[in-house]
């Protein structure tokens, strides 16, 4: 079975980037797939710094988080828009786990032959479109194919009921194809390795 990791770049309790993920996995889950649903505070590091990594290698919690990454065949993130970026919590969780920690370890190991979706949540007009543009194109370079729907939910703050489904009909038939494709395209390469 297509496995899943789903999570947000926010940290914040009340993140509605968080409620895009936790809709998200419920989606995959009814799309077939077998679904780890993460929440990155849970995944504490500090900033990256090459002298950390020289003197003590890995912080544990970045081990943790990329054998997830290893584990998993693809992964939906809901990446909150910061300054027309990405968050610093993130990039830092990314930068991190892209580093080789054993011997012998495969290049970018957590993340190539991977496959992603992305969506954003924000309480602006564009949804946090923005960020989406430098998050498809650091993933990509880094070996993940993402596949081309996405979602971008504006209004943030209303957008959801209190169920956690979205209340328009534009964005919840957005995230629903976006799932769509993961989940198709995780499982065909998969089938194709
Ligand atoms: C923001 N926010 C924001 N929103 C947006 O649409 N475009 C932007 O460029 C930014 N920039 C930005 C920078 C910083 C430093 C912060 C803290 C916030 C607002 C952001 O979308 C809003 O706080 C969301 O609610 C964050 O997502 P969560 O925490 O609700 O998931």
Known sequence: MTKLLIFAGSARKAST????????????????????LIDL???????????????????????????????????????PEYNSSISALLKNAL???????T?????????????AAIGSVSPGALGGLRGLVPLRMMLSNIGVTVVPSQVAVSDGFNAFD???????????????ATV??????????????
Not at 95 to 101: F, M
Not at 162 to 176: H, R, S
């Open 103 to 115: 011997e012998n370890e495969p290049g970018l190991w957590a993340f190539q032959g991977k496959v």
């Open 41 to 79: 505070a849970d995944f504490d590091m500090p900033i990256y710094n090459g002298d950390i990594e020289a003197d003590t290698g890995l912080p544990e919690n970045a081990k943790r988080l990329k054998q997830l990454f290893v584990e998993h065949d693809g992964f939906f993130i809901a990446s």
């Open 162 to 176: 209190k169920g956690g489904a979205l209340t328009a009909d534009m964005t919840a038939g957005m995230l629903k």
């Open 95 to 101: 930068d991190w786990i892209s580093r080789p920690h």
């Open 180 to 193: 769509a494709q993961l989940v198709g395209t995780t499982g065909a390469l998969k089938r194709d390795a």
């Open 17 to 36: 980037n968080k409620q895009l993920a936790a809709l998200a996995a419920r989606t995959a889950k009814e799309a077939g797939a077998e679904v780890t």
